[in-house]
């Protein structure tokens, strides 16, 4: 495992590993202080990973329709949808005993339905997919 501190300090090294900017860094800093708060460090990695994941399947429905050698794309929308869901949940385990208005906020932006949440929702899915890669990076620096 690496050994790490969740903190903005986190934050600005993934942006200077991927050379980008995260889209959704106040939902970022307030979700990880919740869980360096709260000692869900396993959650985090879960929700990375699963983020990372997801982002991989949103590329793939972006490339098929460009792409018509990809047969599988029900599957692939199919699995997107479930990660999809697994991601918010995982969200909201993580914030669920915290009561704030950042946590309103998150709720609001990112969790209820609709097509605005969603996008948002894929931009912090993206944002948490530069974490995963940053992870990953150590990993094998190690």
Same mark, same amino acid.
């Given at each position: 495992?690496? +050994?790490?501190?969740?903190?903005?300090?986190?934050?600005?090294?993934?942006?200077?590993?991927?050379?980008?900017?995260?889209?959704? %860094? $106040?939902?970022?800093?307030?979700?990880?202080?919740?869980?360096?708060? +709260?000692? #869900?460090?396993?959650?985090?990695?879960?929700?990375?990973?699963?983020?990372?994941?997801?982002?991989?399947?949103? %590329? $793939?429905?972006?490339?098929?329709? $460009?792409?018509? #050698?990809?047969?599988?794309?029900?599957?692939? /929308?199919?699995?997107?949808?479930? +990660?999809?869901?697994?991601?918010?949940?995982?969200?909201?385990?993580? &914030?669920?005993?915290?009561?704030?208005?950042?946590?309103?906020?998150?709720?609001?932006?990112?969790?209820? $339905?609709?097509?605005? #949440?969603?996008?948002?929702?894929?931009?912090?899915?993206?944002?948490?997919? #530069? &974490?995963?890669?940053?992870?990953?990076?150590? /990993? %094998?620096?190690?």
């Amino acid at each position: 495992m690496i +050994n790490f501190q969740l903190n903005e300090e986190l934050l600005d090294n993934v942006e200077k590993f991927t050379e980008k900017k995260f889209t959704q %860094r $106040s939902a970022l800093s307030q979700l990880i202080k919740i869980i360096s708060k +709260n000692n #869900q460090f396993e959650k985090f990695n879960e929700l990375i990973f699963t983020a990372k994941y997801t982002n991989g399947l949103y %590329r $793939s429905i972006k490339l098929s329709q $460009s792409n018509p #050698q990809i047969t599988n794309l029900d599957q692939i /929308k199919k699995d997107f949808s479930e +990660n999809l869901e697994k991601v918010v949940s995982l969200i909201k385990e993580i &914030i669920d005993k915290e009561i704030s208005a950042d946590i309103i906020e998150i709720k609001q932006k990112y969790i209820e $339905s609709g097509e605005i #949440q969603l996008g948002n929702l894929i931009l912090l899915i993206d944002d948490l997919d #530069q &974490i995963k890669k940053f992870f990953n990076y150590l /990993k %094998r620096k190690i």
